[in-house]
T-cell receptor, first 113, second 114 residues
Framework: DAGVIQSPRHEVTEMGQEVTLRCKPI?????LFWYRQTMMRGLELLIY????????DSGMPEDRFSAKMPNASFSTLKIQPSEPRDSAVYFC???????????FGPGTRLTVL | AQKVTQAQTEISVVEKEDVTLDCVYE???????LFWYKQPPSGELVFLIR??????QNEISGRYSWNFQKSTSSFNFTITASQVVDSAVYFC???????????FGAGTRLTVKP
């Protein structure tokens, strides 16, 4: 069975550019999560969806960040405009239901120059 | 406060030694879930175990074992006869009933030397 799929795996962009990260959750999972991992702040939950509906976006750092889940099999995290401090590894995870373990994708390593 | 503390930032052992990774949590809730994840050098996060607050039974899976003690709010992880492939960052995490928010500890970097 395919796990969580993220693309791209690596992204290098220049400050001010728009960045879109993509995620395909495990089929049948109804919760999807976006995390950011940095050395300074560790793993931070940015936003999560239940049944394609955003439930908690309190972790989204600022208005430059937005996330969508148009259907059960696809989500995007967009940063516009990007800044060097956004450089991090962004993980997407999915879970079959609340309280269950989350399964993580391989991550997208974002570098903003 | 709802948080997870992994006081050990880094641990280094020699192959075949036993090692215990500590995890202490804080929560106001009576129903909650505890997890351990492994992040090897390749970067992915691998789920290891989930335990709910009503189940204090210890668990053993091969060389891995977990000790859950509600009295001390701890969920410690022991690797017996460590191997080089166990080298990774290990994260303890906490989530709550009817809430998908998951709080991760800062992680413990384990290095197993040959």
């Amino acid at each position: 069975d395919a796990g969580v799929i993220q693309s791209p795996r690596h992204e290098v962009t220049e400050m001010g550019q728009e960045v879109t990260l993509r995620c395909k959750p495990i089929s049948g999972h109804n919760s999807l999560f976006w995390y950011r991992q940095t050395m300074m702040r560790g793993l931070e939950l940015l936003i999560y969806f239940n049944n394609n509906v955003p439930i908690d976006d309190s972790g989204m750092p600022e208005d430059r960040f937005s996330a969508k889940m148009p259907n059960a099999s696809f989500s995007t995290l967009k940063i516009q405009p990007s800044e060097p401090r956004d450089s991090a590894v962004y993980f997407c995870a999915s879970s079959p239901r609340q309280g269950n373990e989350q399964f993580f994708g391989p991550g997208t390593r974002l570098t903003v120059l | 406060a709802q948080k997870v503390t992994q006081a050990q930032t880094e641990i280094s052992v020699v192959e075949k030694e036993d090692v215990t990774l500590d995890c202490v949590y804080e929560t106001r809730d009576t129903t909650y879930y505890l997890f351990w994840y492994k992040q090897p050098p390749s970067g992915e996060l691998v789920f290891l175990i989930r335990r709910n607050s009503f189940d204090e039974q210890n668990e053993i899976s091969g060389r891995y074992s977990w000790n859950f003690q509600k009295s001390t709010s701890s969920f410690n992880f022991t690797i017996t006869a460590s191997q080089v492939v166990d080298s990774a960052v290990y994260f303890c995490a906490l989530s709550w009933y009817n809430n998908n928010d998951m709080r991760f500890g800062a992680g413990t970097r384990l290095t197993v030397k040959p």
